[in-house]
C-alpha cells in the first residue's frame, strides 16, 4: 500500500504530519503561524489558521499542476486585404475563446493568485485532430461557425488557430493563503472539511470543500480540480439553522451540527449537482445530550455528544445517507475523524492523545478497540539525545553512579498502568499514553497534589495574540509550570538517582512558592488562576542496560525540555491510506525497541567472527566424512518413480461435449543422472470402455488457470493443441485444490526441461486478457534463419502477480502496470500466486492488490407514446447486457470475477468512447450502431454504461513503485554486450503526462524521481529505441519523435510532429534498434519507412498486416504481436502470440507470421530478449524451404469467439 500521511494540530497550533512508514511525528516547518484545524486528502490538505485565514498545501509531486490556457484567433477574408482581423459586426470576437461567444484577448489572461507562474509566452498549436498544419496553425472553414479543416480551398471565407500558453502551480509544500473574493466574506471560518473525490461519477481529482463559518453559516468552495487545487470562488448554502461543525466524506456524505445539538445531512449530491438540493434533520443520538461534532466517510457516520460519548450511526450509505439509528460506543473524545477506507482517529478527552480504531473493516464498520498512537514528536527530545543512546545501550556509564536497582522489569512495564512505592510513586508504562502525575516524597510522607486540568480545546482556543505577547517562561529546577500539559522530563543534576526507561520520579518541592502559570496557545479560562504545587521530574533513561530484564538509572545533564506526552487538538485521516491488514509502527513501545538494540550490542563482532568461522569449518568437515569419502560408490537405486493421483472433471472436446468425472494421475520419474520427467494420465469411460488420455511432461508448453464461476478450472496445452486452439480443460473440486494441481505441473515442467528459480535477463514476458503473467526462456534458434523455434514449442511458465501491460529489457529491468494504473517493479523472485507454500516461492515475495472495473450496458429503445423505455423489440438485445448485447447482464446477477470482491457500488460511466450526455445515455439509429453522445431526429435506441469496482489481493515478486499512477511505460531495450550505468525509462502517467525516470540502474530498478516533459496535449504511448530514440503516440491518435535524447540529456529538447497513416489514428508505438512499429485503432500494423541515424523521423509508413492488437520489438529488430482473429482447429480465437519471420538488416519487414500460444493474450513484450541468432547458411534452398507464408484473417472474416478455450 502506497505511503500516505495522517495530519494532526497539537494544542499550540502546530501542524504535525505522521507517515504511514514512518514512527515519528514530523512538524510541518513551513507553517509560518499557528493553526486551529486541517482538513487533509490525498493530493493536499487545507486549514484554518489563526488569522482566520484559509491556506493549502499540495503535497511536492514529480507531476507538476499546470493549466493549459487557450484562446483563439479569428479572421476573414475580403477581396482587398485577404484574410484580416476585420469582421463582420454579426461575426465572433477577433480573440475568442472556442465558440466565439467570449471576449479572449491575449493580454487579458491574469494568474489566479502568487502561487502560480507562467511556463512560457503565448504560442500556435499547429497540430489539428492529430495532423500537423500549416505552419502558423490556421484552419479553415466557410463561416462562422462552421467544421473546420486544415488545408485551405476556394470557398475558405474564415479561419481561426488557436493560441496556448502555460500556468504552474509552484506553491508545493508549503502553506499558501487561498486569495479571498472580491466581496469579503461577513465572518471568519471556524471548521474546513474537503472531501467528495469519490462522489459517483465524479471526474477523478475533483475536490469538495465545505465551510462553515463562526455566525452558523455554511460555504462551498467552486471549481477545485487537479489543474486548479485552489478552486475559484465560495458560494454560500442555504441552511435550515446555525452550523458549528461539518464533516464531508470521499463520497457523497455531508452531515453537519446544528448549535442545538442536531445534525443536518446533505443530499441530492452528484455529478452534476456536487452541492446538493436539500438537507435533512436527524436528531442526537441523546434525547438530554446534544451533539458537538459528526464525522463522515464512506459509509460510515461517527458523532461525539457533549458528554465525549462516541457514537456510530447504522445503516449509512449513498443510498441512504442518514442512516437508521445511533450505536453508543466505548471511549470518551474529544474531536473524531474518518479517513479513507473508513477509518476512524480521534483525540482522546482524558490525555489528548490520538488514538486509532483498530479492527475496521468492510465487514465490521465499527471496528473492535481504540490503540493510542505511540510515536515520538519531531524535536522531541528523546531523538535529540543520540550520544547518550549510544552510550546507554551500549552498557557504558560515565557519569552518575548505579545507587539502587529498579524493582520492575521492562515486561513489567508494558503491562501495568502504575505504581506507587513507598518511598517513590512510579510510573512503570513505557507508553507515553499512560503517564501521569503522581507525588513523590522521599521523607515516605504522601504530598496530596492536585491532577493537572487540560483545557478543552475549541474551533476558537487558539489566542494568537498571547501567543506572540507571552514571554517564554523559565522554570527553575525543582518547580513545574502550571502548564496544561503532562510534565515533562526533566534533568537533575543534584541527583545520582536513576529510573528504568518510562519511569517518571516527582523529588520533593525546593521552592515553596508558587510559580507564575505558562500561558499556552489553548483555551485559558480553566488555566486562569490556577496554581498548581510546582515539583521536579527525574530524566529517564532511554535505554536499558544489557540486561533486558533487570533496568538501571542515571541521571545527565540535558538542557533540552520538551513534551514528553504531547497534547493534541486535532487530527486528520483523509489522505492517509490504510486498511485494517496495513503493518503500522505506530504503537511500539520505544523501551521494546531499545532493548532489542541493546541486546544486539551484546556480542561483539568479533565473537561473531569466529563463530560463524567454527560453524563453517565444522559444516566443512562434516561434508567430506559423509558425502565425498563414498562418491566412487555406486548408486543403490538408479531410478525412482512417484504417483500422485486424484479425482477431477474433464471437457470432453468431442459431441457431446459436455463434463465428465475422471481420474487424474501425474506420475514422475527421475533418472541416475538426476534429470527428471512425467507422464499426464487422464482416466475416462466412453460407451462403458475405459480410456486413457496422456500427455508427456516435456512436452506440456503452458499450464492456464481459466476464470470461471462454476468450476475451478485449468488447461493444459502441448505443441499439437496449441496449434488447434484446443487445450486439455481440466476442473478440479475446489480452488484449492486446483491451486495444488497446478503448482505440482509447473514445477514438474520446469523440472523436465531443467528450468529454476527466477526468469533470466533475457526472458519474453506476456499478460493473458485476465492479468496472469507469463514468462518464457528464448532459445538462440528463437530468431535463427532461415529454420527459427516455431512458435508452438515455446514454454511458458507462471510468475506470480497480476498486471495488465509489463516492459523489460536485457539488463533485468522489468516494470508492470496493473489495471488500477498503478505502477510494479520486479524484484527478481520467483512464486507467488498458486505457489504458495513452495520452498522458491517466499523469497522477494510481496503482497499485490489491483482494482478494475466491470461494465454491464442498460438499453432503452423510444417509442411514440412513452418516450425512450426498457421495452425493446423482440429482436432487440437484452436491455441490461453486456457490449455486444447477447448476454444479459443485471446489477443483481452480475458477479465479481473468481478471487475477486467487491469495492463500490453500481455507478454510472461517462467515460465512454464517443461521449454521453448528462445522464450518462449515448444514442443510435439502432442496435448495435455507432454511438454519439447527443440525441438526434434518427436516433431511436440510447444506451449507457454502468460500472462496478472490484479489487483482487494475491501475492508475487513486484514491488509497488508510488506515487504516479501510469497508463504505459518504455525501458531502453540494451544489447547482448551493452553496459550501462543508468537505464532510460519513460512512462505516461493515467493523465497523459509524459515522464522520464531518472536514477535506474540493474541495481536499484526502481530508480529515484520522475522527470515531467512537457507536451501541448495528453499521450496514450510510448517507446525509446536502442539508440534512445523516443517515439510516443497522443491521444488524439498523432505521432511524435523527440528529439536529443541522449544520456547527458535524458529528456531531450523537443517533439516532431510525425504525420499519421492516411486517415488512420495510432494507438500503440514499439521501437527497436533500427525498425519503428505502430498500431492503429483499426488494428493495422504499420512499418515506419526510411528511418536512419541521420533522419530518425523515417519517411512513410508502409502497411505491414492487420487484425493486430499489440507489438513489441525487440533490441535486434525481432518483432512479435498479439493477433486477433487466427484460425483454430473450431473456430477464431483472440489474442494469439505471433512472430514475424525473415526479419533481417536487408528485410527489416520480414515476410510471414508463426503463431504461437492464444487465444486470450493481451501484452507480449520481447525487448529483453537481446540474445543473437543462430546463423545457418544454404545454398539456394534458403528461399524454397521457408515457412508458408501465413497472416492474419483478414477483417472480412466473422467474429471471433473472445472467449476461446483456456479462458
Known amino acids: 500500500m502506497p505511503v500516505s500521511q495522517l495530519w494532526a494540530v497539537d494544542a499550540y497550533g502546530r501542524v504535525y504530519s505522521l507517515s504511514t512508514a514512518g514512527q515519528q511525528w514530523e512538524l510541518c516547518r513551513d507553517a509560518q503561524m499557528e493553526f486551529k484545524r486541517v482538513s487533509a486528502a490525498q493530493q493536499c490538505c487545507w486549514g484554518i489558521a489563526c488569522d482566520n485565514g484559509i491556506y493549502l498545501n499540495v503535497y511536492a509531486s514529480d507531476l507538476p499542476v499546470r493549466y493549459q490556457e487557450e484562446t483563439y484567433e479569428n479572421q476573414r477574408w475580403n477581396p482587398v486585404d485577404g484574410f484580416s482581423d ?82 504552474r502551480y509552484n506553491a508545493m509544500d508549503t502553506w499558501a493563503k487561498i486569495p479571498s473574493q472580491q466581496t469579503t466574506l461577513p465572518d471568519p471560518f471556524s471548521d474546513i472539511s474537503c472531501g467528495g473525490w469519490e462522489i459517483s461519477e465524479e471526474p477523478t481529482g475533483r475536490l469538495s470543500l465545505w465551510a462553515a463559518s463562526l455566525q452558523g453559516k455554511v460555504w462551498f468552495r467552486e471549481g477545485i480540480h487537479p489543474h486548479n487545487p485552489e478552486g475559484s470562488s465560495w458560494e454560500e448554502v442555504p441552511l435550515p439553522g446555525e452550523v458549528v461543525q461539518i464533516s464531508c466524506g470521499p463520497g457523497d456524505l455531508v452531515w453537519a451540527v446544528l448549535w442545538e445539538g442536531q445534525f443536518i445531512v446533505r443530499e441530492g449530491i452528484g455529478r452534476d449537482c456536487p452541492k446538493g438540493t436539500s438537507w435533512t434533520l436527524v436528531d442526537s443520538p441523546s434525547a438530554d445530550v446534544g451533539a458537538t461534532h459528526v464525522a463522515v466517510g464512506t459509509n460510515v457516520v461517527w458523532a461525539l455528544t457533549k458528554d465525549n460519548k462516541v457514537w456510530f450511526r447504522r445503516g449509512v450509505n449513498s443510498h441512504n445517507p442518514c442512516g437508521s439509528s445511533w450505536i453508543s460506543m466505548v471511549g470518551e473524545m474529544i474531536m473524531i475523524n474518518v479517513g479513507l477506507n473508513d477509518q476512524v482517529f480521534a483525540v482522546s478527552c482524558e490525555d489528548r492523545a490520538v488514538y486509532f480504531r483498530q479492527g475496521v473493516s468492510s465487514s465490521e464498520l465499527s471496528g473492535k478497540t481504540w490503540k493510542v498512537i505511540n510515536v515520538a514528536r519531531d ?24 545507587l539502587t536497582q529498579s524493582g520492575v522489569s521492562d515486561l513489567e512495564s508494558d503491562t501495568e498502568k502504575g505504581s506507587t512505592d513507598g518511598a517513590t510513586s512510579l510510573i512503570t508504562s513505557a507508553s507515553p499514553e499512560s503517564f501521569a502525575d503522581a507525588p513523590t516524597d522521599h521523607t515516605q510522607q504522601p504530598l496530596e497534589t492536585p491532577k493537572p486540568r487540560i483545557p478543552k480545546v475549541t474551533s476558537d482556543s487558539f489566542i494568537t495574540e498571547l501567543v506572540s505577547d507571552r514571554e517564554p517562561a523559565r522554570t527553575s529546577r525543582g518547580s513545574r509550570p502550571a502548564s496544561p500539559a503532562v510534565p515533562e522530563l526533566e534533568t537533575t543534576s543534584g541527583e545520582d538517582a536513576v529510573r528504568a526507561p518510562g519511569d517518571v520520579v516527582h523529588p520533593p518541592t525546593q521552592t515553596g512558592g508558587p510559580v507564575d502559570p505558562q500561558w499556552s496557545n489553548v483555551d485559558l479560562e480553566e488555566a486562569q488562576g490556577q496554581q498548581v504545587q510546582s515539583g521536579a521530574l527525574l530524566d529517564t533513561a532511554d535505554t536499558c542496560s544489557l540486561s533486558s530484564v533487570t533496568t538501571y538509572s542515571l541521571a545527565m545533564e540535558d538542557p533540552c525540555v520538551t513534551d514528553d506526552h504531547p497534547l493534541w487538538a486535532w487530527v486528520s485521516g483523509g489522505g492517509c491510506c490504510v486498511d485494517s491488514h496495513s503493518q503500522l509502527g505506530w504503537f511500539n513501545s520505544s523501551s521494546l525497541v531499545q532493548s ?30 559423509e558425502m565425498d569419502n563414498f562418491r566412487h560408490y555406486e548408486q543403490a537405486i538408479e531410478q525412482s518413480v512417484w504417483v500422485k493421483k486424484g479425482t477431477m472433471q474433464w471437457w470432453r472436446d468431442w459431441k457431446s461435449h459436455k463434463w465428465i468425472d475422471v481420474h487424474f494421475a501425474l506420475e514422475q520419474f527421475s533418472g541416475p543422472e538426476g534429470n527428471k520427467d512425467g507422464i499426464i494420465f487422464i482416466y475416462y469411460t466412453f460407451n462403458e470402455e475405459k480410456k486413457y488420455l496422456h500427455a508427456f511432461i516435456n512436452e506440456v508448453t503452458i499450464l492456464v488457470p481459466v476464470l470461471s464461476e462454476s468450476k475451478h478450472t485449468f488447461a493444459i496445452y502441448n505443441p499439437e493443441r496449441t496449434k488447434q486452439r484446443w487445450p486439455i480443460r481440466l476442473a478440479a473440486a ?40 507469463f514468462v518464457s526462456e528464448p532459445s538462440p534458434s528463437l530468431e535463427a534463419s532461415p529454420y527459427p523455434t516455431p512458435c508452438d514449442q515455446m514454454f511458458w511458465r507462471q510468475v ?94 452480475t458477479k465479481p470475477p473468481p478471487q475477486w470482491t467487491w469495492v463500490s457500488d453500481w455507478i454510472i460511466d461517462y467515460s465512454v468512447s464517443g461521449g454521453t450526455d448528462r445522464e450518462g445515455w449515448q444514442y443510435a439509429a439502432d442496435f448495435p450502431a455507432s454511438y454519439h453522445g447527443h440525441k438526434t431526429m434518427k436516433d431511436f435506441v440510447r444506451r449507457r454504461r454502468w460500472a462496478r469496482k472490484c479489487k483482487l489481493t494475491t501475492t508475487g515478486p513486484w514491488q509497488e513503485t508510488p506515487p504516479i499512477p501510469l497508463s504505459d511505460v518504455t525501458i531502453l531495450p540494451c544489447a547482448a554486450q551493452t553496459s550501462v550505468d543508468t537505464v532510460p525509462l519513460w512512462a505516461i502517467s493515467n493523465k497523459g503526462d509524459v515522464l522520464c525516470r531518472l536514477g535506474v540502474t540493474a541495481l536499484t530498478p526502481a530508480g529515484s524521481s520522475w522527470l515531467h516533459v512537457g507536451t501541448d496535449q495528453p499521450f496514450k504511448s510510448i517507446s525509446i529505441g536502442a539508440a534512445s530514440q523516443v517515439w510516443a503516440i497522443a491521444r488524439d491518435g498523432s505521432a511524435f519523435y523527440r528529439g536529443s535524447v541522449s544520456p547527458q540529456s535524458p529528456a531531450g529538447d523537443s517533439w516532431y510532429h510525425i504525420p499519421s497513416p492516411h486517415k488512420q489514428k495510432l494507438k500503440q508505438v514499439s521501437v527497436g534498434r533500427t525498425s519503428v512499429y505502430a498500431v492503429d485503432e483499426n488494428g493495422n500494423l504499420w512499418y515506419r519507412q526510411g528511418v536512419t541515424p541521420s533522419y530518425p523521423q523515417g519517411s512513410s509508413w508502409d502497411h505491414i498486416s492487420n487484425n493486430v492488437r499489440k507489438v513489441s520489438v525487440g533490441p535486434l529488430d525481432q518483432v512479435w504481436i498479439i493477433a486477433d482473429k487466427v484460425q483454430g482447429s473450431l473456430s477464431l480465437s483472440c489474442g494469439t502470440v505471433c512472430h514475424r519471420l525473415g526479419v533481417q538488416p536487408i ?30 547458411r544454404l545454398p539456394s534452398l534458403t528461399q524454397t524451404l521457408g515457412p508458408a507464408p501465413q497472416r492474419p484473417v483478414p477483417d472480412g472474416t466473422t467474429e471471433a469467439d473472445c472467449t476461446a478455450e483456456g479462458f
Open 86 to 167: 476585420r469582421l463582420l459586426p454579426s461575426d465572433r470576437w477577433q480573440w475568442s475563446d472556442v465558440t466565439g461567444l467570449q471576449h479572449q484577448p491575449l493580454d487579458s489572461f491574469r494568474l489566479p493568485s502568487s502561487s502560480w507562474e507562467w511556463e512560457g509566452d503565448w504560442y500556435v498549436d499547429e497540430n489539428f485532430e492529430g495532423e500537423p498544419t500549416e505552419k502558423g496553425g490556421w484552419s479553415y472553414a466557410i463561416d462562422f461557425p462552421a467544421t473546420y479543416t486544415k488545408d485551405k480551398k476556394w470557398n475558405s471565407c474564415v479561419r481561426r488557430r488557436r493560441w496556448l500558453r502555460y500556468r
Open 734 to 773: 475446489t480452488e484449492l485444490e486446483m491451486h495444488d494441481w497446478l503448482a505440482l505441473l509447473s514445477v514438474s515442467c520446469c523440472d523436465s526441461r531443467g528450468i529454476q528459480g527466477p526468469p533470466s535477463k533475457q526472458a519474453m514476458w506476456s499478460v493473458t486478457c485476465k492479468g496472469d503473467i
Open 1147 to 1176: 528485410e527489416p519487414k520480414g515476410h510471414s507470421w508463426d503463431y504461437g500460444i492464444g487465444g486470450g493474450w493481451d501484452h507480449i513484450t520481447v525487448r529483453g530478449n537481446s540474445m543473437e541468432p543462430l546463423r545457418i
Open 596 to 625: 532489542v538494540q541493546s541486546m544486539s550490542l551484546s556480542v561483539a563482532p568479533a565473537l561473531t567472527a569466529a563463530w560463524r568461522k567454527q560453524i563453517f569449518e565444522q559444516l566443512s568437515e562434516r561434508t567430506k566424512r
Open 379 to 402: 524535536g522531541d527530545r528523546s531523538h535529540s539525545r543520540a550520544s547518550t543512546h549510544s552510550l546507554q545501550s551500549a552498557g557504558c556509564f560515565f557519569s552518575g553512579e548505579v
Open 800 to 893: 506470480g502477480g497480476h498486471l495488465r501491460v509489463i516492459e523489460c529489457n536485457s539488463v533485468g529491468v522489468v516494470w508492470g502496470i496493473g489495471y488500477d494504473h498503478t505502477a510494479w517493479v520486479y524484484s527478481g523472485g520467483y512464486g507467488g500466486g498458486f505457489f504458495q507454500g513452495l520452498p522458491s516461492s517466499t523469497d522477494n515475495i510481496h503482497t499485490q492488490t489491483d482494482v478494475k472495473s466491470v461494465y454491464i450496458y442498460e438499453n432503452q429503445r423510444w417509442n411514440p407514446v412513452t418516450g425512450y423505455t426498457n421495452r425493446g423489440l423482440p429482436t432487440d438485445r437484452y436491455m441490461w447486457s453486456d457490449a455486444s448485447g447477447l448476454h444479459e447482464c443485471t446489477k443483481t446477477n
